[in-house]
């Protein structure tokens, strides 16, 4: 099969006329995105946005821990919107297995053995024993 040279002189233009539509287009790499100030104003104009996406996350504190946690590491990063959707990502499991990990405590006194156990759900509790008076301590835990 032979391309006459009138084809060839057709292809070849086509050719460059892509080449210079992709010289036009940056690739995501290149792209020039705004300012952090400007990229964090816009995550701040649409935390309602966030939130619905995120219910179970306090967004607006969440941003705040995100610029502190950046201050703090000395990080800079190219695209903050996406390193804020990670973050609440990363957040949003953390909640969730949180939750998960319900302990109940069963307290009891160490002075005697029949006085009677007391459970809760708090750890740091201060429960006293109505026979001895002495403080109940944990005695065992129990995931639920």
Not at 2 to 12: H, T
Not at 41 to 48: A, D, G, K, P, R
Not at 68 to 75: I, P, T, V, Y
């Amino acid at each position: 099969m032979s391309i006459n040279k009138k084809e060839l002189e057709d292809l070849i233009l086509r050719i460059e006329g892509l080449e210079k539509r992709l010289d036009k287009l940056d690739p995501i790499s290149k792209r020039k995105l705004p300012s952090k100030k400007e990229q964090v104003e816009e995550i701040q104009n649409n935390l309602e946005e966030w939130s619905k996406k995120f219910p179970s996350l306090d967004v607006e504190f969440e941003l705040l821990k995100m610029l502190d946690w950046l201050k703090a590491n000395q990080k800079r990063k190219k695209d903050y919107k996406a390193f804020f959707r990670n973050w609440l990502r990363k957040s949003s499991n953390s909640v969730e297995k949180k939750v998960e990990e319900v302990y109940r405590y069963i307290y009891g006194c160490n002075n005697r053995d029949d006085c009677s156990t007391q459970e809760s759900e708090y750890k740091d509790m201060y429960i006293f024993c109505k026979k001895c008076s002495a403080q109940k301590t944990i005695i065992k835990s129990i995931k639920s």
